[in-house]
């Protein structure tokens, strides 16, 4: 049997409220070992061992988590006891954390990450079928991963730009963390992959990477901060200002094809941070082409949401907008 860590972070999956029922319930209550002794199942499965990262509700997610999880990936990567790795996580944030990973993860085993629509305590929770599910294809990309380095023969240098797939588990559907997005707010199949026309897939979005143990970028263990700022009619264009004083960089959901108002156009050509595009339809691309303020870096395929964790990422490299547009143009 092939041996999976399940790292568990918290979110729905974990949660715990009145028996029976969908909502009103606490995120992040179970801890990882009560999670997963409930589903005796998995042991069939896999050789499993557990972990806690944290217990939180995944909004409550940080950057210094994010870290503090990927260091933890790095570790299992050179364990030569570790097959695979399943991330157990709130939803709501689910897409964005799988997406870090997907830019910061090195190695070729398996990653995947899973979680739940309704508590733990439901009358029909999602989460054991889902957890199952994550460990099960855990095991099935090691086995391949297995068999294409036997059939490969030993050939270490053949590999070493290989990747680890980063993949979302959830209702039965596997999703490539830099398409997943969640679609729906109760649904259990909440999760889908972008519209793939638009998303490029997973070859070239793995073709970045950032180091998140270098000590000189990341000097205290978090990202620099990227404010998000939704554009809707007569939005308040002191936002934007707002948002120059107290962050790094700015990614702007805008309407249509990642368009705004003329205050909006202002305010955004007299500020000095770095200013992502994107738009709130969360489909289709926003190119540079498009851009109605120069100097401002279109997001190509990424929703909000993940733009700015790329903007984050690549803040720790540069803030010249010229070079930041080079990674989101591999969107
Ligand atoms: N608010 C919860 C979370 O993201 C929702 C969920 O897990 O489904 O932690």
Same mark, same amino acid.
């Given at each position: 049997?092939? *041996?999976?860590?399940?790292?568990?972070?918290? =979110?729905?999956?974990? #949660? !715990?409220?009145?028996?029976?029922?969908?909502?009103?319930?606490?995120?992040?209550?179970?801890?990882?070992?009560?999670?997963?002794? &409930?589903?005796?199942?998995?042991?069939?499965?896999?050789?499993?061992?557990?972990?806690?990262?944290?217990?939180?509700?995944?909004?409550?997610?940080?950057?210094?988590?994010?870290?503090?999880?990927?260091?933890?990936?790095?570790?299992?990567? *050179?364990?030569?006891? !570790?097959?695979?790795?399943?991330?157990?996580?709130?939803?709501?944030?689910?897409?964005?954390?799988? /997406?870090?990973?997907?830019?910061?993860?090195?190695?070729?085993?398996?990653?995947?990450?899973? #979680?739940?629509?309704?508590?733990?305590?439901?009358?029909?929770?999602?989460?054991?079928? *889902?957890?199952?599910?994550?460990?099960?294809?855990? !095991? @099935?990309?090691?086995?391949?991963?297995?068999?294409?380095?036997?059939? %490969?023969?030993?050939?270490?240098?053949?590999?070493?730009?290989?990747?680890?797939?980063?993949?979302?588990?959830?209702?039965?559907?596997?999703?490539?963390? %830099?398409?997943?997005?969640?679609?729906?707010?109760? $649904?259990?199949?909440?999760?889908?992959?972008?519209?793939? %026309?638009?998303? $490029?897939?997973?070859?070239?979005? @793995? =073709?970045?990477?950032?180091?998140?143990?270098?000590?000189?970028?990341?000097?205290?263990?978090?990202?620099?901060?990227?404010?998000?700022?939704?554009?809707? &009619?007569?939005?308040?264009?002191?936002?934007? %200002? /707002?948002?120059?004083?107290?962050?790094?960089?700015?990614?702007?959901? #805008?309407?249509?094809?990642?368009? /705004?108002?003329?205050?909006?156009?202002?305010?955004?050509?007299?500020?000095?941070?770095?200013?992502?595009?994107?738009?709130?339809? *969360?489909?289709?691309?926003?190119?540079?082409?498009?851009?109605?303020?120069? #100097?401002?870096?279109?997001?190509?395929?990424?929703?909000?949401?993940?733009?700015?964790?790329?903007?984050?990422?690549?803040?720790?490299?540069?803030?010249?907008?010229?070079?930041?547009?080079?990674? /989101?143009?591999?969107?």
């Amino acid at each position: 049997m092939k *041996n999976v860590v399940i790292l568990a972070t918290g =979110g729905t999956i974990a #949660g !715990v409220g009145e028996p029976g029922k969908d909502t009103g319930y606490k995120s992040g209550s179970l801890t990882a070992k009560e999670l997963v002794d &409930a589903i005796p199942e998995l042991s069939s499965i896999a050789n499993i061992q557990v972990k806690q990262v944290c217990n939180i509700n995944s909004d409550d997610i940080t950057s210094a988590l994010w870290i503090k999880l990927a260091k933890r990936i790095a570790e299992l990567q *050179n364990n030569p006891q !570790v097959d695979g790795i399943v991330i157990t996580h709130g939803t709501d944030t689910l897409e964005e954390t799988a /997406f870090f990973l997907a830019l910061t993860t090195a190695g070729t085993k398996p990653v995947i990450l899973t #979680g739940a629509m309704r508590p733990a305590t439901a009358a029909a929770p999602d989460g054991p079928a *889902n957890l199952i599910f994550a460990v099960k294809s855990a !095991v @099935r990309a090691a086995t391949d991963l297995a068999s294409k380095k036997q059939s %490969e023969g030993n050939d270490v240098q053949h590999h070493e730009n290989d990747c680890a797939p980063i993949l979302v588990a959830f209702a039965d559907k596997l999703i490539s963390a %830099e398409s997943v997005q969640k679609i729906h707010p109760n $649904r259990l199949d909440a999760f889908a992959a972008m519209d793939a %026309e638009t998303a $490029r897939g997973n070859e070239t979005a @793995r =073709g970045l990477h950032f180091e998140i143990d270098g000590e000189e970028t990341l000097p205290k263990g978090t990202l620099p901060k990227v404010t998000v700022l939704y554009f809707n &009619a007569e939005a308040d264009a002191a936002q934007i %200002e /707002f948002a120059a004083k107290t962050a790094q960089g700015l990614v702007i959901a #805008g309407a249509g094809a990642g368009e /705004f108002s003329q205050s909006w156009m202002e305010a955004l050509a007299r500020i000095q941070i770095p200013v992502v595009i994107t738009s709130r339809i *969360n489909a289709g691309r926003i190119l540079p082409e498009q851009l109605l303020v120069p #100097g401002t870096i279109a997001g190509y395929s990424l929703p909000a949401p993940k733009a700015a964790v790329l903007l984050r990422l690549a803040l720790t490299k540069t803030d010249n907008p010229a070079k930041i547009q080079e990674f /989101f143009a591999k969107f």
